[in-house]
């Protein structure tokens, strides 16, 4: 159990600044954070990073931020999605107490902002229609984090986090609602929860309850606090070889690039063969976002496929471009010729009418 601390942000910024490149991920431009710290508390979590002792204990609650954030919204434009994503829980348990999300959500509904919001939650499901309002004129997308649909393993990694079924039940039951969702596996650990059955089994469950897209990602680890963090999570789970880390990150972040690129070849492989697109479809955003936003977007996640693929080349082509088109740069001759150029044209050089 955490206590909380009313903490305002007396004018300090609720968005992040606008970021350098969008986020291909969650298609955002901002991040918003609204509680800080998370009750849930996931071992895993970047959060413990910025918070090394009471990331999961104290949860501050900027009360002012609805207020703080109509501020703002004033210079952002309405063609930019800000993702509710950044490392606290928006529905974890202070959510009951303060409401604060549902204030926030209901700034952005009234100002026809768009955003992607995610949680672990089913208190969510409470806000249904304030998101279906949302959707009705804008968007707002609702991801959840999985990274395993057994029981016994969730509770071992992510034991304060509602169980797997039950955001399997909130995914189902938003799809229902004509809620855009989609799902992160999140992270990926090396031989934890990264296995083709475990992770074909997740992605077909979701698929199987309407859910829009899948991303994934890799277990990061920042520092020594960090892992020392995680090696107490994974004693609880199997038995690892010392030579875990130094094998699969070596003094890097991250696990080495040969490990990933085959992870992330099987996972497109695998949501290829169920349907499921990887990451969001144009058609979920198409003509709710600025186009050169959406733009960016397709020729960012076109690099991505390309890049898992193993086709370097392209993937470095879309990337450039991506960053060129979200700068903000002129229509160059190789965006022209690109193999996207007859998606990309309507968005970026309409006809004129
Ligand atoms: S629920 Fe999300 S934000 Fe909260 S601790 Fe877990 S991973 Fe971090």
Redesign the pocket.
């Known amino acids: 159990m955490a206590y909380y601390v009313r903490e305002p942000l007396e004018q300090r910024p609720a968005l992040s600044s606008r970021r350098p490149t969008i986020n291909k991920f969650f298609l955002s431009t901002y991040t918003l954070t609204i509680y800080h710290g998370?009750?849930?508390?996931?071992?895993?979590?970047?959060?413990?990073v910025y918070d090394p002792h009471g990331?999961?204990r104290a949860v501050r609650v900027p009360t002012d931020l609805p207020q703080q954030l109509e501020h703002e919204l004033q210079q952002i434009s309405r063609g930019d999605l800000i993702a509710i994503t950044?490392?606290?829980?928006p529905y974890?348990p202070a959510e009951r107490s303060y409401r604060l999300t549902r204030q926030v959500l209901q700034v952005l509904a009234d100002a026809g902002q768009p955003c992607l919001i995610?949680?672990?939650?089913p208190l969510i499901l409470e806000d249904i229609p304030l998101l279906r309002r949302m959707n009705q004129t804008g968007l707002a997308i609702v991801m959840t984090?999985l990274i395993t649909t057994d029981p016994t393993l969730a509770t071992r990694l992510?034991g304060?986090?509602p169980l797997p079924a039950l955001r399997l039940d909130l995914l189902a039951r938003l799809h229902h609602a004509g809620i855009p969702t989609g799902v992160a596996l999140?992270p990926l650990i090396p031989y934890v929860n990264d296995s083709n059955t475990s992770m074909r089994r997740l992605l077909h469950d979701c698929q199987q309850r309407g859910v829009d897209f899948a991303i994934w990602d890799y277990l990061y680890i920042p520092d020594r606090q960090h892992r020392h963090r995680v090696a107490e999570t994974l004693a609880h789970v199997g038995t690892f070889p010392s030579s875990y880390y130094r094998d699969l990150y070596g003094d890097g972040v991250a696990p080495h690039d040969h490990y990933r690129r085959e992870r992330d070849l099987d996972m497109l492989r695998i949501c290829d063969d169920l349907g499921l697109p990887a990451f969001a479809p144009h058609a979920l955003y198409a003509g709710k976002l600025d186009p050169r936003n959406e733009a960016t977007l397709l020729l960012r996640h076109s690099a991505l496929r390309s890049q898992y693929l193993g086709q370097q080349r392209m993937a470095d082509q879309h990337h450039q471009l991506a960053d060129q088109v979200y700068a903000g740069g002129p229509i160059s001759p190789e965006l022209r010729q690109s193999v996207l150029w007859p998606q990309l044209a309507p968005l970026l050089d309409p006809p004129a009418s």
């Open positions: 998370c009750e849930f508390g996931c071992p895993y979590c970047d959060g413990w990331f999961n950044a490392l606290s829980d974890q995610m949680t672990k939650s984090t992510e304060r986090a999140v």
